[in-house]
């Protein structure tokens, strides 16, 4: 079973986590974001490519369905599966494509996207918990493991 950090957090200290995990992400990776409608995702993704670099206007790729940047030799790509119905709609994004080299693929309700994208390094679970989100870090792969562990702050379940 893999380690889990949970924690519940207010919108600036869920922006200051998804800060301070850039400096290890920028090697690039798959990171899920999971949660309902308002959970943070967008947030949380938003946060963490500003700390990247992305200078441009983060926009969420609700309508587009993926947002692509480039920071220093690392192709982000910022995919929101809300609105696809069915996996096979994806074909025409070309994961497979942008999946390649040193990519960080950031996506946002991965579970409308089936075994169309590729396994994530890191589960992001966000939840509502009154005033506040309830944050679950599940790593996937001994990357994963590596990043939380450079965290800190996180009670381990």
Do not use: N
Not at 18 to 39: F, K, M, N, T
Not at 71 to 83: E, K, S
Not at 123 to 128: D, G, K, N, Q, T
């Amino acid at each position: 079973m893999s380690v889990r950090f949970e924690a519940e957090l207010d919108e600036a200290s869920l922006v200051a986590l998804a800060r301070r995990s850039a400096a290890q992400l920028g090697a690039g990776g798959v990171i899920h974001l999971r949660g309902d409608l308002g959970a943070g995702k967008t947030t949380f993704a938003r946060a963490l490519l500003a700390a990247l670099g992305v200078g441009a206007r983060v926009k969420s790729p609700t309508y587009s369905l993926i947002e692509s940047y480039e920071v220093d030799g690392l192709r982000i790509h910022h995919l929101d599966l809300y609105r696809i119905a069915a996996p096979d709609e994806l074909e025409f994004l070309g994961l497979s494509d942008l999946a390649t080299g040193h990519f960080l693929l950031l996506a946002e309700w991965p579970e409308h996207g089936g075994g169309a994208l590729p396994p994530p390094d890191l589960v992001v679970h966000l939840a509502h918990a009154g005033t506040k989100r309830r944050l679950r870090l599940e790593p996937r792969t001994t990357r994963a493991r590596c990043w939380l562990a450079t965290l800190g702050g996180f009670s381990k379940a």
